[in-house]
C-alpha cells in the first residue's frame, strides 16, 4: 500500500512569491492535515481537510490557504512568502478525524530566499 | 487554553541506559498519541492511550496514562542507537477539532 506523496521534495522561492505543495493521502483517508515545522522546532498545525471541506485551521495568517479535492488529494498555497516561512511543510492523511493514527509524508521543504 | 508541556527537551544517553520523556497537560484528555521522527526523518505514529492509567509495552517501550488523564511518559528501555529521534506527544482535549503536538524530547544515544 502506498504511503503519503508529497511534492515537491525541495522548493526554494524567494520573498513575496507564491509556492503551492501538493499532497496525496493513503487511498481511503479521507482527512487531510497540514504541519509546518520549522528547524529545530516542533509541529504546528496549519489545516485540516475531509471530504472536501475545511475543518479548521491552527494560528497562522490567511495567505495560509489550500484545498482538498474530490480525490482527497490536497495542495497548500502559501502567498506572499516571508523569510520566516521557509520551514518544513508535512501532510499527513487519516481516517475519519484528527485523533485516528496520523500517517505522514515525507514534507516538503521550502526555502524563502 | 491547553497547555501541553514536554520535558526535557534534549536528553543525551549511552546505549544501554534508560530514558523517559513526560508529557504534561493543563486539563483533562481524552487521549493522547505517541510518535517518534528521526532525523531526517517524519513523524510515525508509536501508539495510543485512552483509559486511565493505561499502561502499554511495545518491546523496550513503555507508555503510561497518567490516572488523572493528565500527563502522560514514554520509557524506554537499554537504549540502541536506532532509538534516536525526536519524540512527541499528541494529546487530545476533545474539543480542538485538531491534533496540537507537544514541542517535543530530541534523543541522542551515542555508544
Known amino acids: 500500500e502506498a504511503g503519503v506523496t508529497q511534492s515537491p521534495t525541495h522548493l526554494i522561492k524567494t520573498r513575496g512569491q507564491q509556492a503551492t505543495l501538493r499532497c496525496s493521502p493513503i487511498s481511503g483517508h479521507t482527512s487531510v492535515y497540514w504541519y509546518q515545522q520549522a528547524l529545530g522546532l516542533g509541529l504546528q498545525f496549519l489545516l485540516w481537510?475531509?471530504?472536501?471541506?475545511?475543518?479548521n485551521r491552527g494560528n497562522f495568517p490567511p495567505r495560509f490557504s489550500g484545498r482538498q479535492f474530490p480525490n482527497y488529494s490536497s495542495e497548500l498555497n502559501v502567498n506572499a512568502l516571508e523569510l520566516e516561512d521557509s520551514a518544513l511543510y508535512l501532510c499527513a492523511s487519516s481516517l475519519g478525524d484528527p485523533y485516528n493514527e496520523q500517517f505522514f509524508g515525507p514534507g516538503t521543504r521550502l526555502t524563502v530566499l | 487554553g491547553q497547555q501541553v508541556m514536554q520535558i526535557p527537551q534534549y536528553q543525551h544517553v549511552q546505549e544501554g541506559e534508560d530514558f523517559t520523556t513526560y508529557c504534561n497537560s493543563s486539563?483533562?484528555?481524552?487521549?493522547i498519541q505517541w510518535y517518534k521522527q528521526r532525523p531526517g526523518g517524519h513523524p510515525v505514529f508509536l501508539i495510543q492511550l485512552v483509559k486511565s492509567g493505561e499502561v502499554k509495552k511495545q518491546k523496550r517501550l513503555t507508555f503510561q496514562f497518567g490516572e488523572a488523564k493528565k500527563n502522560s511518559s514514554l520509557h524506554i528501555t537499554a537504549t540502541q542507537t536506532t532509538d534516536v529521534g525526536t519524540y512527541f506527544c499528541?494529546?487530545?482535549?476533545?474539543?480542538?477539532?485538531?491534533?496540537?503536538f507537544g514541542t517535543g524530547t530530541r534523543l541522542q544515544v551515542t555508544l
Open positions: 499528541a494529546p487530545d482535549t476533545g474539543t480542538a477539532s485538531k491534533l496540537t
Open positions: 486539563t483533562t484528555l481524552s487521549n
Open positions: 481537510y475531509d471530504e472536501g471541506e475545511e475543518r
